[in-house]
């Protein structure tokens, strides 16, 4: 029913306010003053149970007890008190509401704490975002404690700048308010530094991947045999096909296959030659079948590590560390691959002329 059904005289009645009904509800004791002058007759009881900030101000005593109860809600147009008492009363908004009258209900929900109207509203605000209001709408959102809002400006901020840069609420935020204009460059900047941190992380952790594929394919290549190299006493594959199980498998069949003929190893004059001892170097730092590895080299670079303490030692450990946790998550994030059952043989002495290979 409207409100002309319960209002007293002399109360201006507000089309569209539906939430007050002679049948069910008592009379109004309180009255919503709005910028306008409008007189909104409400219920205590109600708006003391949806917002603690209007219960606190109901409280307060009256200097006549004859007098009314006056609540004054300004700095925002008439609908938009209509729209935010009518959401203290039935939960709900209109669309149309949210359309037009979003803004002010986001602030009226933060002022007098009324959750729900809040996260609806910056719902519906964050849906709505344009590079023309972006600004506006990060000022509220940091006046507001809206911190969802505020990131997602903050973004379409960043990554829009040089459009928002042209608008008008730009140009106003650059005249009165640099402090903000600063807080928002610093923001940029950080992240653009949180990208870049970003990208080396995962350049880093794609080269760790490549690393731990390359250490799992060595040991493949030791201990099963591969198109191309295997250990002696294991046939290989008479089809010359790519290996199906590592991607990497091709090209490091070749670095052994130089490496066991090079003439220039010796001298380290052989840039894949240095290539394939460094592999060989950190697979000894991962390895932990000391007496069972069939790679090559394995067993004399650990003992040599334990009786000789290089300069290099902790980077080359870090590295393992590093190479180690990239295979944990290679195999946690893919299926498990199958293995052979065979049971390896102890080699003491393995060295590269272990290696068979085809001619």
């Given at each position: 029913?409207?409100?002309?059904?319960?209002?007293?005289?002399?109360?201006?009645?507000?089309?569209?306010?539906?939430?007050?009904?002679?049948?069910?509800?008592?009379?109004?004791?309180?009255?919503?003053?709005?910028?306008?002058?409008?007189?909104?007759?409400?219920?205590?009881?109600?708006?003391?149970?949806?917002?603690?900030?209007?219960?606190?101000?109901?409280?307060?005593?009256?200097?006549?007890?004859?007098?009314?109860?006056?609540?004054?809600?300004?700095?925002?147009?008439?609908?938009?008190?209509?729209?935010?008492?009518?959401?203290?009363?039935?939960?709900?908004?209109?669309?149309?509401?949210?359309?037009?009258?979003?803004?002010?209900?986001?602030?009226?929900?933060?002022?007098?704490?009324?959750?729900?109207?809040?996260?609806?509203?910056?719902?519906?605000?964050?849906?709505?975002?344009?590079?023309?209001?972006?600004?506006?709408?990060?000022?509220?959102?940091?006046?507001?404690?809206?911190?969802?809002?505020?990131?997602?400006?903050?973004?379409?901020?960043?990554?829009?700048f040089k459009s928002v840069?042209?608008?008008?609420?730009?140009?106003?935020?650059?005249?009165?308010?640099?402090?903000?204009?600063?807080?928002?460059?610093?923001?940029?900047d950080e992240d653009e530094?949180?990208?870049?941190?970003?990208?080396?992380?995962?350049?880093?952790?794609?080269?760790?991947?490549?690393?731990?594929?390359?250490?799992?394919?060595?040991?493949?290549?030791?201990?099963?045999?591969?198109?191309?190299?295997?250990?002696?006493?294991?046939?290989?594959?008479?089809?010359?096909?790519?290996?199906?199980?590592?991607?990497?498998?091709?090209?490091?069949?070749?670095?052994?296959?130089?490496?066991?003929?090079?003439?220039?190893?010796?001298?380290?004059?052989?840039?894949?030659?240095?290539?394939?001892?460094?592999?060989?170097?950190?697979?000894?730092?991962?390895?932990?079948?000391?007496?069972?590895?069939?790679?090559?080299?394995?067993?004399?670079?650990?003992?040599?590590?334990?009786?000789?303490?290089?300069?290099?030692?902790?980077?080359?450990?870090?590295?393992?560390?590093?190479?180690?946790?990239?295979?944990?998550?290679?195999?946690?994030?893919?299926?498990?691959?199958?293995?052979?059952?065979?049971?390896?043989?102890?080699?003491?002495?393995?060295?590269?002329?272990?290696?068979?290979?085809?001619?």
């Amino acid at each position: 029913m409207a409100v002309e059904t319960i209002a007293p005289t002399g109360i201006s009645p507000i089309a569209g306010i539906d939430y007050l009904s002679s049948r069910v509800l008592p009379e109004p004791d309180v009255f919503i003053h709005t910028s306008s002058g409008e007189r909104i007759p409400a219920h205590t009881s109600i708006l003391a149970s949806v917002s603690p900030v209007l219960e606190n101000i109901i409280d307060q005593p009256r200097r006549h007890r004859s007098s009314e109860r006056i609540i004054q809600i300004h700095g925002v147009p008439c609908e938009a008190v209509t729209a935010f008492l009518g959401f203290l009363y039935c939960s709900r908004c209109t669309d149309e509401q949210m359309e037009k009258y979003g803004v002010h209900l986001l602030a009226l929900s933060h002022v007098y704490l009324v959750p729900q109207l809040k996260q609806r509203c910056i719902k519906v605000l964050a849906e709505r975002l344009t590079i023309e209001n972006v600004v506006d709408l990060l000022q509220l959102a940091r006046l507001c404690d809206a911190p969802d809002l505020y990131i997602k400006c903050m973004k379409l901020l960043t990554n829009h700048f040089k459009s928002v840069e042209a608008t008008e609420g730009w140009k106003f935020l650059q005249k009165y308010d640099p402090w903000f204009e600063l807080e928002i460059l610093q923001f940029m900047d950080e992240d653009e530094s949180r990208k870049k941190k970003s990208r080396k992380r995962k350049e880093e952790q794609r080269l760790y991947a490549e690393l731990s594929e390359a250490m799992e394919c060595l040991e493949h290549i030791c201990t099963e045999g591969c198109t191309d190299v295997g250990p002696y006493g294991v046939e290989l594959r008479n089809e010359r096909r790519p290996c199906s199980k590592y991607a990497t498998c091709h090209g490091i069949q070749l670095l052994i296959t130089h490496f066991a003929r090079c003439s220039k190893r010796m001298n380290g004059g052989c840039l894949r030659c240095k290539r394939m001892w460094q592999l060989f170097r950190l697979h000894s730092y991962i390895c932990q079948q000391t007496h069972s590895c069939k790679v090559p080299l394995c067993r004399e670079m650990q003992m040599k590590m334990q009786q000789v303490k290089r300069k290099d030692d902790p980077l080359w450990k870090l590295l393992a560390r590093k190479v180690t946790s990239a295979r944990v998550m290679s195999t946690l994030s893919l299926p498990k691959r199958k293995r052979d059952d065979e049971i390896r043989i102890s080699m003491d002495n393995y060295r590269i002329r272990s290696f068979k290979l085809k001619r």
